[in-house]
């Protein structure tokens, strides 16, 4: 599923609330979605009821429809901070990309997705060695990624062995690709972007202001 990240942009604490707020307000109206990863999460006092407040979230939703993107605006007092002049609290609302996903494009079931070649192994290993092939080597159709062994005597214990190197450099890639995108979406998060937003709230309760 797609996924939606809704950041505080490393605002005050009034914006991570509205973060909460915003994640509220959307689960409300769209039953489907659910969330994938939580930045900060913590209870809050508003007013007569308890609040959360996160840095940032990542959330599943629905393909379709596609959801409004950009700056979103929160106008309140601060519920932390009395007398505060600031009234306006901005987070972001962006689609982002999925860590998992690109984590598990480098994890795939080797049968069928793999090439096999055998080969004589060269140097010591017993009688079988520059007789038969004992040698493996297995390659990773998706990503071109292989390993080989030829310790063992026999082709059986080579193949089972070059496997296991295959999926642990497939691991050490899907690591990469993930972190990746963890390092993009974080990027996202600091780029909050003030002004011309595409929704805007109201008050404790977050009411949506018509026509914003």
Request: charged share 25%; with cysteine; net charge positive.
């Amino acid at each position: 599923m797609p996924l939606l990240m809704i950041s505080s942009g490393r605002g005050p604490e009034e914006c991570e609330l509205a973060v909460g707020l915003f994640l509220e307000w959307f689960l409300a109206g769209n039953p489907e979605a659910r969330v994938r990863r939580e930045d900060g999460g913590r209870t809050v006092d508003l007013g007569n009821r308890k609040a959360m407040a996160f840095r940032s979230v990542l959330v599943e939703i629905p393909p379709d429809p596609a959801p409004a993107t950009g700056t979103v605006l929160w106008r309140c007092p601060s519920p932390f901070r009395e007398k505060h002049a600031r009234k306006n609290w901005y987070i972001q609302v962006a689609m982002a990309d999925d860590p998992g996903r690109a984590g598990a494009q480098g994890q795939a079931d080797p049968l069928g997705k793999v090439r096999v070649d055998t080969f004589r192994s060269p140097g010591k290993g017993g009688q079988n060695v520059n007789k038969v092939e004992t040698g493996v080597r297995i390659t990773h159709l998706a990503t071109g990624l292989s390993a080989t062994a030829t310790t063992h005597r026999t082709q059986l214990a080579n193949r089972k062995l070059a496997l296991e190197r295959l999926r642990d450099r497939l691991a050490l890639l899907a690591a990469g690709k993930a972190g990746e995108a963890d390092r993009q979406n974080w990027g996202r998060h600091n780029r909050l972007e003030r002004g011309n937003p595409v929704m805007s709230f109201s008050g404790p309760g977050f009411e949506p202001v018509a026509g914003d």
